[in-house]
């Protein structure tokens, strides 16, 4: 199992997660943002407030919305942290 160190926002629904692995990945989410949970996540505004939370170890949204480090490990793209700062949109 995974767990996320580190997530920053770089741009539209896209993260850039370091996992405990030491790899970090490009998630994009804007594919899987759907259902009731993650309506609000659409909103960019609302995306952007997201945090990582030690307890479950992954991103957490303040409705409380998630997904398993481990999805979101498999939908990364494997980039260096120099392309993951470029890769914004």
């Given at each position: 199992?995974?767990?996320?160190?580190?997530?920053?926002?770089?741009?539209?629904?896209?993260?850039?997660?370091r996992?405990?692995?030491?790899?970090?990945?490009?998630?994009?989410?804007?594919?899987?943002?759907?259902?009731?949970?993650?309506?609000?996540?659409?909103?960019?505004?609302?995306?952007?407030?997201?945090?990582?939370?030690?307890?479950?170890?992954?991103?957490?949204w303040?409705?409380?919305?998630?997904?398993?480090?481990?999805?979101?490990?498999?939908?990364?793209?494997?980039?260096?942290?120099?392309?993951?700062?470029?890769?914004a949109?």
């Amino acid at each position: 199992m995974r767990w996320i160190v580190e997530a920053t926002y770089i741009g539209g629904y896209k993260l850039k997660i370091r996992f405990d692995n030491g790899e970090t990945k490009v998630v994009d989410l804007k594919p899987h943002i759907y259902g009731p949970i993650f309506e609000p996540l659409k909103q960019i505004d609302f995306f952007k407030s997201f945090r990582v939370d030690k307890d479950i170890d992954t991103v957490v949204w303040p409705n409380n919305a998630d997904f398993s480090p481990d999805f979101l490990y498999e939908i990364g793209r494997n980039v260096s942290e120099q392309d993951a700062s470029t890769d914004a949109v």
